[in-house]
């Protein structure tokens, strides 16, 4: 059958049976044509039939079509590259079939999104691949919102936002949003809301204007180029009467906030899915992603772009944020985004640093003092830090050979303790001598489960086999470096724990031969190299550059203040966030 003839045997049973204009009800206290929070259906005018299903489930108890929302949605990351992908893959992730299907144009976007979540049904965005869509979910009306290619079903065509809101009886003309605030805007929309959006560019075109293709791709640069389709004429004057899908549950989508995102977020918005805006694309970022995970805790979450990643990497971060637990400073991610300022030493010397200077209680508030100047010098949250050397060099092999001294965990956990219960970030320093660092790693794995603990590897104390120390600058190579990198991931990961910050101390390039190699694929772990040079601020200076030469591709870099070795004197707080770039982590010693 021709899709003319197929089109003309739908519009001649419309024509010939009861319609009304369709106006969606939702489960919410505040759906128009429901006083009682019901999911009856609702006619044009607002007034309610008395029937329905009085649970709001779609289907059950009425004869009223509604669209059927997947029952159990796939853990994924819908990956398409422009708006028109995205809404035809979201469509596939939310919904098996629908009676009515809304078809945007691509500059008409927003108002046909708000149209879907009022609907409860899908929003697709003209291009490749909708009218196979709109088949798929066996469709047999598409309200289209501008100028589209003919879906191959009845169609009940509006020019624009203004038109639309005639059609779903909206008092008052379409709300404008700014550009880049669209998606915000669409996810505070209840499913069944009577609403109309539109972009705030394009509050004020009047009807029937000619659009070229250039605005046709406004919010979507990679979407249509080609001129925009021929306004459709409608075959039918009204919608067929439906009903709001029954909400699904335990499913939570995030998206970017792009604008490109927002007909797939009307789709999940319209099957009653919550939508978590997570601008960089990581749910860890930042304490409201947590949190909003942490009160949802999901069995599903889907991503809406490819900036989430893999399907299984957005699940363990999901999966880490919905534990709520934070970082000193917020959020789940160590960098970026925070300074840290940090007291180095062993807790039972005081001739390897200032952390050792004083007890426990009295160096915690010592921390804090040092990292209070920095607060007005930044933007970011300041983080007292404490580096602690937790395996020491020694002149004395000791009954392992290993001219390494580590300390005990019961010697390590008081301050530890004290750390967490002030907000501060502890750092665990090891000095290996003739054994490699994952060994001794693995010593303190019982402290590196905690959220607050991270890790960091000295070459300078990284001997060879007949080596001792003082007698040459240690290194290590990438492979063993790497190795450490894998461990901690996959500890952070199983322990679904936030991120881990690995800190690389170097002063000269060849500690780390090839450091710009070291793995920093695993998200689970944030590499950063440690400038560790000591003397004139000139020679600091040169040592800082020569170490960001040899790894460039290292975002995240650390400079050393020390009290008695640098000359004149070690750089006041305002001077060390004048070096360039800024350091992410400063430390005393």
Request: aromatic content about 4%; glycine content about 10%.
């Amino acid at each position: 059958m021709s899709v003319h003839h197929a089109r003309a045997r739908r519009r001649w049973a419309a024509l010939t049976a009861t319609a009304v204009v369709l106006a969606a009800c939702t489960p919410g206290a505040d759906s128009p044509g429901s006083s009682d929070g019901t999911g009856s259906q609702t006619g044009a005018d607002g007034s309610s039939d008395g029937g329905g299903d009085p649970a709001g489930e779609a289907g059950e108890g009425s004869d009223t079509p509604a669209a059927a929302p997947v029952a159990d949605p796939e853990q994924t990351v819908l990956a398409g590259g422009t708006a028109a992908e995205l809404s035809v893959e979201a469509s596939r992730a939310f919904f098996q079939s629908a009676p009515v299907v809304v078809v945007a144009a691509q500059d008409e976007q927003l108002a046909a999104a708000s149209a879907g979540v009022a609907l409860g049904v899908p929003v697709l965005v003209d291009g490749p691949g909708v009218a196979e869509e709109v088949e798929r979910l066996g469709a047999e009306t598409a309200l289209t919102v501008g100028p589209v290619e003919d879906p191959g079903v009845d169609v009940l065509a509006v020019e624009d936002a203004q038109a639309l809101a005639e059609v779903l009886d909206v008092e008052g003309p379409a709300e404008p949003v700014p550009d880049g605030e669209q998606v915000q805007a669409l996810v505070g929309l209840e499913p069944g809301a009577r609403t109309v959006l539109t972009g705030a560019d394009q509050d004020d075109t009047p009807p029937g204007t000619d659009t070229d293709a250039a605005t046709q791709t406004a919010g979507d640069p990679a979407g249509q180029t080609e001129a925009p389709a021929e306004p459709l004429e409608s075959d039918v004057e009204e919608l067929p009467e439906t009903s709001t899908p029954e909400p699904v549950d335990g499913v939570t989508v995030m998206t970017t906030g792009v604008d490109r995102d927002v007909a797939a977020v009307a789709s999940a918005r319209a099957v009653g899915a919550p939508v978590l805006v997570v601008p960089e694309g990581d749910p860890r970022a930042t304490s409201e992603t947590v949190q909003a995970l942490a009160d949802a805790d999901p069995g599903t979450v889907i991503g809406i772009g490819e900036e989430f990643g893999a399907a299984q990497t957005l699940a363990w971060r999901a999966q880490t944020a919905a534990t709520g637990v934070e970082l000193p400073g917020g959020g789940q991610l160590v960098l970026p985004d925070k300074t840290y300022v940090a007291l180095y030493g062993n807790p039972t010397t005081s001739s390897l640093g200032v952390l050792g200077e004083q007890g426990p209680e009295d160096t915690v508030e010592r921390a804090e003092e040092v990292a209070a100047p920095y607060a007005d010098l930044t933007d970011e949250p300041v983080v007292p830090a404490l580096e602690i050397i937790a395996t020491v060099a020694s002149s004395d092999a000791g009954a392992d050979g290993n001219y390494s001294n580590e300390m005990d965990l019961e010697t390590l956990r008081p301050l530890v303790d004290l750390a967490e219960e002030h907000g501060m970030y502890v750092v665990l320093d090891l000095q290996p001598g003739r054994t490699d660092f994952l060994t001794q790693a693995k010593v303190y794995e019982e402290l590196l489960r905690r959220p607050h603990v991270g890790l960091a590897l000295d070459p300078e104390w990284r001997l060879g086999p007949s080596e001792v120390h003082l007698q040459q600058i240690g290194q290590v190579d990438v492979a063993e470096v790497d190795a450490v990198v894998d461990w901690l991931a996959d500890l952070t990961r199983d322990h679904d724990l936030p991120q881990k910050m690995l800190v690389l101390h170097q002063f000269q390039t060849r500690m780390i031969p090839g450091a710009d190699e070291v793995d920093q694929s695993r998200t689970e772990v944030a590499v950063l190299i440690h400038a560790d040079g000591q003397g004139a601020q000139a020679d600091k200076q040169g040592t800082w550059r020569a170490l960001h030469d040899h790894a460039p591709s290292v975002p995240y870099w650390g400079w050393k203040n020390f009290y008695d070795e640098d000359l004149p004197g070690p750089l006041s707080p305002e001077q060390t966030m004048q070096v360039e770039p800024t350091p992410d982590f400063i430390s005393y010693q």
